[in-house]
């Protein structure tokens, strides 16, 4: 069981400019006090075929963490339009919204994100250039895909001495409060573009 849940996430400002913060309030509890700090991070994925045209938005440290519900408010400038190729700008793609301790990723939030020109004139006959100001976005926030990934809140020393070993030895994929059957991690984003 893990020692932290994702209650509720709420995408605000939604549908926006594609030039505004993304801003989500995240409701979590922890279940068991934690010494590190909890590793919340928002990534925007730039291109379904190339992941080094990913960016990580914002990324913020919360803790210690002790037992309880806790809610935050995560807002993150918007990609970088310059580093998207301009063919995969206008259409769908995911922003990531990932939770980790002591390095781990444990939990993963998958939202389809739908850019198009905000008039229908655009919409028919599309600039030779994208006009990023012309773009709206829409978050399909009332569908995300939880990816949870177990790992070992508290390492400590085995009998042997060394360092208990932080690896997820399975994968489950879910709606949010939906159950599911196991998905392999290598999976989580390619399955998310292809749905």
């Given at each position: 069981?893990?020692?932290?849940?994702?209650?509720?996430?709420?995408?605000?400002?939604?549908?926006?400019?594609?030039?505004n913060p993304f801003q989500f309030e995240i409701s979590y509890e922890c279940l068991?006090?934690?010494k590190d700090d909890l590793e919340w991070k928002l990534v925007y994925v730039g291109s379904a075929e190339d992941e080094t045209h990913d960016q990580v938005l914002?990324?913020?440290?919360?803790?210690?963490?002790?037992?309880?519900?806790?809610r935050f408010v995560l807002e993150a400038d918007p990609p970088d339009s310059s580093k998207i190729q301009e063919e995969d700008?206008?259409?769908?793609?995911?922003?990531?919204?990932t939770c980790s301790y002591m390095g781990q990723e444990f939990v993963r939030v998958?939202?389809?994100?739908?850019?198009?020109?905000?008039?229908?004139?655009?919409?028919?006959?599309?600039?030779?250039?994208?006009?990023?100001?012309?773009?709206?976005?829409n978050i399909l926030a009332d569908k995300p895909r939880v990816t949870k990934f177990p790992i070992n809140f508290h390492p400590g020393n085995n009998e042997s001495g060394e360092q208990s070993p932080l690896v997820p030895d399975q994968t489950t994929e879910t709606a949010?409060?939906?159950?599911?059957p196991p998905a392999s991690p290598d999976k989580v984003c390619t399955d998310i573009l292809s749905n």
């Open positions: 069981m893990s020692a932290v849940n994702i209650t509720n996430v709420t995408v605000l400002g939604n549908p926006s400019s594609f030039l068991t006090p934690l914002e990324s913020v440290l919360v803790g210690p963490v002790n037992i309880g519900s806790y700008i206008i259409g769908v793609t995911v922003l990531l919204l998958g939202y389809y994100v739908n850019n198009d020109y905000d008039d229908e004139q655009l919409r028919e006959e599309p600039p030779p250039r994208v006009p990023i100001d012309r773009i709206q976005r949010l409060n939906e159950e599911e």
